[in-house]
């Protein structure tokens, strides 16, 4: 969904690439992302997990704030950026050079989301888009996401919010902030179909349509891939316990990289069809074996229910 900024002068090409060694306390996240793509939802959130949360923050006051915090002793620190309105977007190279002087790498959080499903939620609230003007809603949404495609490319984390309930979204926010353990990769498996698009979040996607279908079983039809038995028959398939144990080797290589990198959250996408039989089996059984690594591991099933 997002695109690479071109003919914006002034564009945030020089945003840091994701941080390269782990915050200095306190640990900071800066909120952003598109319009109703629920990025005070994800504050409230983790105010509710005992993090220190300002919101709509200048830009150009952040290191002043973060060195308030550092003073006072906070542990943990959100800030909400609203960097829509031009004049506070391009104040972001200057803050974030500030911040690496002071060797300090905040997290991004960025909250994403379709255009549908933003437009769906701007006219319930018959609130327009900073960006909208006098002019069209999908202009106004197509601008803020040139204007902030650099920010999303920088982000640690990136939330796609379409289809995600305000209870689904607060429960990957305590996935990847309920703790502050450094040495300890976070990672979201989430099932998905094919059919309802592929999740714009995911750092890894992978494609388990080349198991047999249980659609095509009678008895299994109506069940999900959470019960025993459609489990059971997708684990017994030809190529699917190949397919965990290459993943879960592939995990043991790139979890101690990322965590070199400063990356403490990873989004893992398997998808199937239609997101009921195999995909939500096979997540459930790579989450399993992730959590065997010590990896911190929660799944969300985003399809289900939606056949």
């Not at 006051?61 to 309105?85: H, K, N, Q, W, Y």
């Not at 197509?142 to 204007?147: C, G, N, V, Y």
């Not at 490319?153 to 379409?162: E, F, K, N, R």
Request: one cysteine or more; glycine letters at 10%; a negative charge.
């Amino acid at each position: 969904m997002a695109e690479t900024a071109s003919g914006h002068n002034g564009a945030v090409s020089d945003l840091p690439a994701p941080a390269r060694t782990l915050p200095k306390a306190p640990r900071t996240v800066i909120i952003t992302g598109m319009s109703g793509a629920g990025r005070r939802t994800c504050a409230h959130a983790m105010e509710d997990l005992g993090w220190f949360v300002v919101d709509n923050l200048p830009p150009s006051m952040l290191p002043e704030l973060i060195g308030t915090a550092d003073d006072s002793g906070l542990g943990r620190l959100a800030v909400g950026l609203d960097v829509r309105g031009r004049e506070m977007f391009d104040q972001l190279p200057a803050v974030f050079s500030r911040l690496r002087e002071r060797g300090i790498s905040p997290e991004i959080c960025f909250l994403e989301a379709s255009d549908e499903a933003i437009v769906r939620r701007q006219e319930s609230s018959r609130r327009p888009l900073p960006l909208q003007g006098d002019g069209r809603l999908l202009a106004g949404i197509e601008k803020e996401r040139r204007m902030l495609s650099d920010l999303r490319a920088s982000a640690d984390l990136v939330i796609d919010t379409s289809r995600l309930t305000v209870h689904q979204l607060a429960a990957r926010v305590a996935h990847a902030y309920g703790g502050d353990e450094a040495g300890t990769l976070r990672v979201q498996v989430m099932s998905f179909g094919f059919k309802n698009g592929v999740p714009l979040d995911a750092d890894f996607v992978f494609d388990v349509r080349f198991l047999p279908n249980p659609h095509w079983v009678p008895e299994l039809r109506p069940q999900t891939g959470l019960s025993e038995a459609v489990s059971g028959y997708v684990l017994a398939q030809e190529g699917a316990n190949e397919f965990l144990d290459d993943l879960q080797g592939m995990f043991r290589i790139v979890a101690p990289g990322y965590l070199r990198e400063g990356k403490r959250q990873v989004t893992v996408a398997i998808g199937c069809t239609g997101g009921k039989h195999r995909s939500t089996a096979m997540t459930e059984a790579t989450a399993s074996r992730l959590r065997e690594e010590g990896m911190q591991v929660s799944v969300l099933h985003r399809d289900l229910g939606l056949e």
